[in-house]
Nanobody, 127 residues
Framework: QVQLVESGEGLVQAGDSLKLSCGSSGRTFIPYAMAWFRQSPGKEREFVAAINWRYDSTFYGDSVKGRFTISRDNAKSIVYLQMSSLRPEDTAVYFC????????????????????WGQGTQVTVAS
């Protein structure tokens, strides 16, 4: 069983940086793609970034392009989200999700099409 666990929760000021991590606490795995989504109260889960594991190609949501960077550690099957120039509107619970059978182009921007997801980690950006 793959159990994704996010870490890096924090309360920061606008303009600060924060780095999130996500790995499996269960069996090791090699995904085809991993993605970060976020959700604020009363809003739908929003796509943030994704990475195709084999080819290291990356994808970003428009609201985070140029500020966030997704990366991975192949040996540990860990995905990271480096967030810079944070804004109050980035405040949300951040979830990582994994697709074990298809590259990003399959599940894409739909959080319900991934195979596994974690419990989320809270990011709060104060103005």
């Amino acid at each position: 069983q793959v159990q994704l666990v996010e870490s890096g929760e924090g309360l920061v000021q606008a303009g600060d940086s924060l780095k999130l991590s996500c790995g499996s606490s269960g069996r090791t795995f090699i995904p085809y793609a991993m993605a970060w989504f976020r959700q604020s109260p009363g809003k739908e889960r929003e796509f943030v970034a994704a990475i195709n594991w084999r080819y290291d190609s990356t994808f970003y949501g428009d609201s985070v392009k140029g500020r966030f960077t997704i990366s991975r550690d192949n040996a540990k099957s860990i995905v990271y989200l480096q967030m810079s120039s944070l804004r109050p509107e980035d405040t949300a619970v951040y979830f990582c999700e994994a697709d074990l059978g298809s590259p990003f182009e399959s599940a894409g921007y739909n959080p319900e099409r991934y195979d596994y997801w974690g419990q989320g980690t809270q990011v709060t950006v104060a103005s």
